[in-house]
């Protein structure tokens, strides 16, 4: 059916064409005077006249044409333009098929006056000047051969097949093969046609040539021809034998594809992710000590090492955070301990005081009070940074102290800059210094002085503690300086003041034994910075 709608297609339009083609000439005044004036009646050559001056000679001088004719209403040739001509009998039966059917024009199989079969294409012609009036006919005479073949050379529906083209009364037209008379009925060689013809298209099987057939047809309004095709069934059923072996060849490797698509997914996604999730939910359950590994390189390998690492991670934060929380809970029980502990201390050396007062001893009245107030800074302080002037303040008060062991052998200078007193350092930088100069560097019997210098130079301050006591070798080994220095200790604040400042602060220490220790320290910015919790 397919076949037979391209090939209607194709008739369309190369018919279609000679329609177009008659019409100018149809309507052309040498026409009308030609058919109109008995006494030109015979002149051949005018035709020709005709096709040249309506620029068609192009047109009707192609291989398929063997003639074009004039005739007048009682089908008398009135001009012709080549040699062969229709028999008459033969338009005269297309002349009354048209007069039954009313139709202006008609194609016929009619027989030539050397016997050949044409193609004719015969239309009415009407006056000009007189409306409805008809005064004859125009005939084109095609080669039968010459027309279909090339409508019919690159159809191949399979080697014992056959394209017949019906008229009206189907009687063939053309054909493809020369194994039929032209002009002969269809129903000669297939006598069920009649009643199997019932539409425009359909089809139906029957013997052909002895052979079971496929017959299907295809109606053309427009030509009023019936295109049928004959196909033998055995090269039907061997097209389907063929199409269901590669069909099936198809089926086959579509599963066996699918199936190893399916089965490579399945291993490199699948059952990954089922591992994956199998694993995750065990985690969540709180099983930390479990592991997954892959070593292969696509994107689920990367994701369940990546996962796994994670996991690890997640893990040891998890036992940090543990940990940490331990040490917590035990620091806040002794913080509570120490806060009981701090409380009943301050209430006795408060009343020690009283007492020492009363008693008319004021210095260990006053060294008490100092007592009292260095403890409270350092117990109950809790801001890591605190004004330089507080620090001052703590040193003070524990020289006051140290006065009661060393009469007379601890001599203070400050040099502090009032811009400098409110500038933040790091809580107990200077008290450790001060202890480390008394202790370690003074001289037996002899009185030592110790200066602080604080000074602000481009917003940074600038700390000096020095003294001229025992001195001692700068370049001892870490070791070594834990030994010579008790308690906090230099080497802490140094690392204290990298901390909190970030690598920006400065702790300078020049000592040599017999000239005394000088320590710088640098602070950077306005004592603003963020630092770092210890």
């Given at each position: 059916m397919?076949v ?11 018919m279609?064409?000679?329609l177009?083609?008659s019409?100018p000439m149809?309507?052309s005044d040498?026409?009308?005077e030609?058919l ?6 015979g002149?051949d050559?005018?035709?020709e006249?005709?096709v040249a001056?309506n620029?068609?000679t192009e ?6 044409y063997d ?6 209403n009682?089908i008398?040739?009135v ?9 008459k009998?033969?338009?005269m039966?297309?002349?009354?098929k048209l007069?039954?059917t009313?139709?202006?024009h ?5 027989m ?9 294409f015969l ?6 000047s007189?409306r409805g009036?008809q005064?004859?006919y ?5 080669n039968?051969k ?6 019919y050379k690159?159809?191949?529906i399979g080697n014992d097949s056959?394209i017949f083209?019906l008229?009206?009364?189907?009687q063939?037209l053309s054909l493809?093969h ?7 009925s ?6 069920e046609?009649?009643?199997?013809i019932?539409g ?5 099987t029957t013997?052909y040539?002895g052979r079971?057939?496929?017959?299907v047809?295809?109606?053309n309004k427009k030509l009023?021809w019936?295109l049928l095709t004959?196909?033998?069934q055995?090269y039907?059923?061997?097209n ?6 590669l069909t099936g060849t198809?089926?086959?490797l579509?599963i066996i ?5 399916v089965?490579?997914i399945?291993e490199?996604?699948v059952?990954?992710i089922s591992?994956?999730?199998?694993f ?13 590994s ?7 390998g990367?994701?369940i090492r ?6 690890k991670r997640?893990v040891?934060?998890t036992?940090?955070i543990?940990?940490?929380g331990k040490k917590?809970?035990?620091l806040e029980?002794?913080n509570?301990?120490y ?7 301050f209430?006795t050396?408060?009343t ?9 001893v004021e210095?260990?009245?006053?060294g008490?009070?100092a ?5 409270k800074?350092?117990?109950?302080g809790?801001e890591?940074m ?11 008060n524990?020289i006051?102290i140290q ?6 052998c ?5 040099e502090v800059?009032?811009?400098?007193g409110v500038?933040?350092?790091p809580?107990?930088l200077?008290?450790?210094l001060t202890?480390?100069?008394?202790v370690?560097g003074?001289?037996e019997?002899?009185?030592i002085?110790?200066?602080i ?6 917003n ?16 001892l080994t870490k070791e070594t300086k ?10 802490n604040?140094?690392?204290?003041i ?8 400065q702790?300078l220490?020049y000592s ?5 220790t000088?320590?710088v320290?640098?602070?950077p910015?306005?004592?603003e910075l963020?630092?770092t919790?210890l």
């Amino acid at each position: 059916m397919q076949v037979l709608q391209g090939l209607n297609k194709t008739m369309d339009v190369t018919m279609t064409k000679f329609l177009d083609y008659s019409y100018p000439m149809i309507v052309s005044d040498q026409v009308n005077e030609l058919l109109n004036t008995p006494d030109s009646k015979g002149e051949d050559t005018k035709i020709e006249d005709i096709v040249a001056d309506n620029n068609l000679t192009e047109y009707f001088w192609s291989e398929s044409y063997d003639n074009i004719l004039l005739y007048d209403n009682e089908i008398t040739i009135v001009s012709s333009m080549g040699v062969s001509e229709p028999d008459k009998a033969g338009i005269m039966a297309v002349v009354e098929k048209l007069s039954a059917t009313g139709k202006n024009h008609s194609w016929s199989c009619v027989m030539t006056d050397t016997g050949k079969n044409a193609i004719t294409f015969l239309k009415r012609i009407y006056s000009k000047s007189e409306r409805g009036k008809q005064i004859g006919y125009i005939c084109f005479v095609f080669n039968e051969k010459r027309l279909f073949q090339n409508i019919y050379k690159d159809v191949n529906i399979g080697n014992d097949s056959e394209i017949f083209v019906l008229d009206r009364e189907l009687q063939y037209l053309s054909l493809k093969h020369e194994k039929t008379k032209i002009g002969s009925s269809a129903a000669e060689d297939i006598p069920e046609i009649k009643e199997k013809i019932t539409g425009d298209k359909g089809n139906f099987t029957t013997v052909y040539n002895g052979r079971r057939s496929l017959i299907v047809y295809q109606y053309n309004k427009k030509l009023d021809w019936t295109l049928l095709t004959v196909v033998d069934q055995s090269y039907i059923s061997q097209n389907i034998i063929h199409m269901v072996i590669l069909t099936g060849t198809m089926v086959i490797l579509i599963i066996i594809l699918s199936l190893f698509i399916v089965s490579v997914i399945n291993e490199t996604i699948v059952i990954p992710i089922s591992r994956l999730v199998e694993f995750t939910d065990q985690v969540s359950g709180g099983k930390y000590d479990l592991t997954i590994s892959d070593n292969s390189e696509d994107e689920m390998g990367k994701l369940i090492r990546y996962s796994d690492k994670m996991v690890k991670r997640l893990v040891w934060y998890t036992r940090t955070i543990e940990e940490e929380g331990k040490k917590r809970r035990k620091l806040e029980i002794q913080n509570l301990q120490y806060q009981i502990q701090p409380h009943f201390l301050f209430n006795t050396l408060n009343t020690f005081k009283y007492i020492a007062i009363i008693n008319g001893v004021e210095s260990l009245g006053n060294g008490i009070s100092a007592l009292c107030s260095l403890l409270k800074d350092t117990v109950y302080g809790k801001e890591e940074m605190i004004p330089l002037s507080d620090e001052i303040r703590n040193v003070q008060n524990y020289i006051c102290i140290q006065e009661f062991r060393y009469t007379g052998c601890i001599r203070m200078v400050y040099e502090v800059e009032e811009a400098a007193g409110v500038f933040k350092v790091p809580r107990l930088l200077l008290q450790p210094l001060t202890e480390n100069s008394i202790v370690h560097g003074m001289k037996e019997e002899v009185a030592i002085t110790i200066s602080i210098t604080a000074r602000l130079e481009e917003n940074d301050l600038y700390l000096e503690i020095q003294d001229d006591g025992k001195g001692f070798v700068a370049e001892l080994t870490k070791e070594t300086k834990k030994q010579r220095f008790s308690g906090i200790g230099m080497e802490n604040i140094a690392e204290r003041i990298q901390l909190i400042y970030q690598g920006k602060g400065q702790f300078l220490v020049y000592s040599a034994p017999g000239k005394g220790t000088r320590i710088v320290i640098v602070i950077p910015g306005k004592g603003e910075l963020p630092c770092t919790e210890l």
